[in-house]
């Protein structure tokens, strides 16, 4: 018998139906089509404005989609995972409201804040309770509503981001498909570079922090450019290195889409064809932790069982790593 994996037997998207295009932003901020596509690849967002709606809701529309593909009665999930950093309130958490919402009645679950790694941490993790053979049925959500912390102002921020919401089903497999291996890091080092400075325990809501903007995202884009393309290379390098694999034994790379340039500067240093990386940037921009899946649900079509998929992210935090799977649909 072979060991078993969990696998990703479903995935499935879903992104609001509102676009914010370069040429809206050119309207709110300093910039240009132009500019925005040259340096990061985006021409468009998605951006939720369902009144009443937040990220639990884009959740809970992925995860219907993805109980209906897979023929999954809500009942039968064990564990949801939400991957994300903009939950609908600071507690409770999001997973516990979108079980509520698809009726996962006899879930548990919880939220992994990892930013822009949320996706890979929740898969790797949500892997483990199928591997160990503690559960059968394991739902993945990777979500973030940006719009929701983005200052509408600040042309540095406002032109990566936009909302959505990936989610997978994670089954035991014992035919050699599955999460096979991953290289995850963290450096709280990092956190200045790219955070939320108000609305925590440090820094509590007040009237000074919502007159200082201090409510939504800050970045030193730069820095974290070149953080990104490090670690991103650097932890794909020590996974195919321990898995005894070459680039050419990978079909597809899927990296975290927060700049068309970060993306081709890793596949460049990883001398990996283009051809065979996933990108959707242009039309969703940088959605945080649902990136990786919305990859995966855009690109399922070309996917052939058997398939060796390396998943790569860079976040704030910092958060960072890669995760080795063989696709098994
Ligand atoms: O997903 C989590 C991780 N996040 C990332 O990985 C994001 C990493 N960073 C980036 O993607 C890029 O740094 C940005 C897209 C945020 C910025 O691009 P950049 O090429 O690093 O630009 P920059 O900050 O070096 O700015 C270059 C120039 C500046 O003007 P001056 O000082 O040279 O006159 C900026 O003020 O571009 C200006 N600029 C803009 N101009 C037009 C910055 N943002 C804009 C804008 N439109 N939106």
Same mark, same amino acid.
């Given at each position: 018998?072979?060991?078993?994996?969990?696998?990703?037997?479903?995935?499935?998207?879903?992104?609001?139906?509102?676009?914010?295009?370069?040429?809206?932003?050119?309207?709110?901020?300093?910039?240009?089509?132009?500019?925005?596509?040259?340096?990061?690849?985006?021409?468009?967002?998605?951006?939720?404005?369902?009144?009443?709606?937040?990220?639990?809701?884009?959740?809970?529309?992925?995860?219907?989609?993805?109980?209906?593909?897979?023929?999954?009665?809500?009942?039968?999930?064990?564990?949801?995972?939400?991957?994300?950093?903009?939950?609908?309130?600071?507690?409770?958490?999001?997973?516990?409201?979108?079980?509520?919402?698809?009726?996962?009645?006899?879930?548990?679950?919880?939220?992994?804040?990892?930013?822009?790694?949320?996706?890979?941490?929740?898969?790797?993790?949500?892997?483990?309770?199928?591997?160990?053979?503690?559960?059968?049925?394991?739902?993945?959500?990777?979500?973030?509503?940006?719009?929701?912390?983005? /200052?509408? =102002?600040?042309?540095?921020?406002? *032109?990566?981001?936009? +909302? #959505?919401? %990936?989610?997978? $089903? &994670?089954?035991? @497999?014992? /035919?050699? =498909?599955?999460?096979?291996?991953? *290289?995850?890091?963290? +450096? #709280?080092? %990092?956190?200045? $570079? &790219?955070?939320? @400075?108000?609305?925590?325990?440090?820094?509590?809501?007040?009237?000074?922090?919502? +007159?200082?903007?201090?409510?939504?995202?800050?970045?030193?884009?730069?820095?974290?450019?070149?953080?990104?393309?490090?670690?991103?290379?650097?932890?794909?390098?020590?996974?195919?290195?321990?898995?005894?694999?070459?680039?050419?034994?990978?079909?597809?790379?899927?990296?975290?889409?927060?700049?068309?340039?970060?993306?081709?500067?890793?596949?460049?240093?990883?001398?990996?064809?283009?051809?065979?990386?996933?990108?959707?940037?242009?039309?969703?921009?940088?959605?945080?932790?649902?990136?990786?899946?919305?990859?995966?649900?855009?690109?399922?079509?070309?996917?052939?069982?058997?398939?060796?998929?390396?998943?790569?992210?860079?976040?704030?935090?910092?958060?960072?790593?890669?995760?080795?799977?063989?696709?098994?649909?």
């Amino acid at each position: 018998m072979g060991k078993i994996h969990a696998a990703i037997t479903g995935v499935n998207g879903w992104v609001p139906e509102t676009k914010l295009t370069n040429f809206d932003l050119e309207k709110l901020v300093d910039t240009n089509d132009e500019w925005i596509t040259s340096r990061t690849g985006i021409r468009e967002r998605r951006i939720l404005k369902t009144e009443g709606w937040a990220t639990s809701d884009m959740c809970a529309e992925a995860v219907k989609g993805l109980l209906e593909k897979t023929g999954t009665k809500p009942g039968e999930i064990d564990l949801l995972i939400v991957a994300t950093v903009t939950a609908d309130m600071v507690f409770p958490d999001t997973a516990n409201t979108v079980c509520d919402k698809v009726g996962a009645k006899n879930a548990w679950g919880y939220d992994i804040n990892a930013a822009c790694s949320g996706f890979l941490f929740a898969l790797a993790t949500g892997a483990q309770f199928i591997q160990n053979e503690t559960y059968k049925k394991v739902v993945v959500v990777g979500a973030d509503m940006m719009s929701s912390i983005i /200052d509408y =102002t600040d042309r540095n921020t406002c *032109v990566i981001f936009g +909302d #959505g919401a %990936g989610a997978v $089903l &994670l089954e035991p @497999k014992k /035919d050699g =498909t599955g999460v096979i291996d991953f *290289v995850l890091r963290a +450096d #709280g080092g %990092g956190r200045h $570079l &790219l955070h939320m @400075k108000a609305g925590g325990s440090l820094q509590p809501a007040s009237h000074e922090t919502v +007159d200082n903007r201090e409510h939504f995202v800050y970045q030193d884009g730069k820095r974290v450019f070149v953080h990104a393309v490090k670690g991103m290379t650097s932890t794909t390098e020590e996974l195919l290195r321990r898995n005894k694999m070459t680039t050419d034994d990978v079909q597809w790379m899927v990296p975290h889409q927060a700049n068309m340039r970060i993306i081709t500067s890793v596949a460049e240093h990883l001398n990996f064809p283009m051809e065979r990386v996933m990108v959707n940037i242009q039309k969703f921009g940088n959605t945080t932790a649902g990136t990786l899946p919305l990859c995966l649900w855009d690109y399922e079509n070309q996917l052939k069982k058997g398939d060796n998929l390396v998943l790569t992210a860079f976040g704030g935090g910092f958060t960072w790593g890669a995760l080795y799977l063989k696709w098994a649909i």
